[in-house]
Each structure stands twice: as structure tokens, then as C-alpha cells.
């Protein structure tokens, strides 16, 4: 069982900035990766951005690419989203799970945090 605290999010204007933590607890070992996906209303939930806790490698998808960075400290994961769009508005998870992209592969979750981004 892995518990994980989310918090970070917040209202910034477009080509603002915010920084998402996520604090993981319990057995982390169990967990190669940690990962962050958001959900806009009306959306399916979708990947941004998974790092492993081993090698530090890290994969993001296409559409925060060059904006996004997220990196690790022990078992703190972070998501530093620069230049930020509207269309990045949406509620953000992080998971804790064995990698990849799709959120059916992760099998614990935060409680989500919102990001709103004002135009």
C-alpha cells in the first residue's frame, strides 16, 4: 500500500508557472514509477509525465513537452509546469504504479489536485 498526498495546485494565469508535489509513503517499494495524469471535465483521464524512482528516467507526453519537467527528491515527486495554457486546466494525479502511460497500469492514486489556468 502506497498513500500519497498531493498539493501544489492552484489558480495562475496563462504562461504562468506552479509546481506540484506529491509526497509517497508506505511501500514504495513495491512501486518502479511514479507518475502524473490529469482530467479536465468531460475528459478522460490523461497521462503528462512518469519518472522511476531507480534511474530518474523520465518520459512525458507530447502536449507538455518543453513545459513540464518532473523530478524526484527520496520519496517527494514533482511536476514544475511552466508556460502554461488554458487547455492544461484540470484536476492533477499523481500515481504510483510499474511505469507507462496508461492509467490502467497504476493501481494507486492521490487524491488529485486542481490546476486553473486563466486566459
Known amino acids: 500500500q502506497v498513500q500519497l498526498v498531493e498539493s501544489g495546485g492552484g489558480l495562475v494565469q496563462a504562461g504562468g508557472s506552479l509546481r506540484l508535489s506529491c509526497a509517497a509513503s508506505g511501500r514504495t517499494f513495491d512501486s518502479y514509477a511514479m507518475a502524473w495524469f490529469r482530467q479536465a471535465p468531460g475528459k478522460e483521464r490523461e497521462f503528462v509525465a512518469v519518472i522511476s524512482w531507480s534511474l530518474g528516467s523520465t518520459y512525458y507526453a507530447n502536449s507538455v513537452k518543453g513545459r513540464f519537467t518532473i523530478s524526484r527528491d527520496k520519496n517527494t515527486v514533482y511536476l514544475q509546469m511552466n508556460k502554461l495554457k488554458p487547455e492544461d486546466a484540470a484536476v492533477y494525479y499523481c500515481?504510483?504504479?510499474?511505469?507507462?502511460?496508461?492509467?490502467?497500469?497504476?493501481?494507486?492514486w492521490g487524491q488529485g489536485t486542481q490546476v486553473t489556468v486563466s486566459s
Open positions: 500515481a504510483a504504479g510499474p511505469g507507462g502511460i496508461s492509467r490502467e497500469r497504476y493501481n494507486n
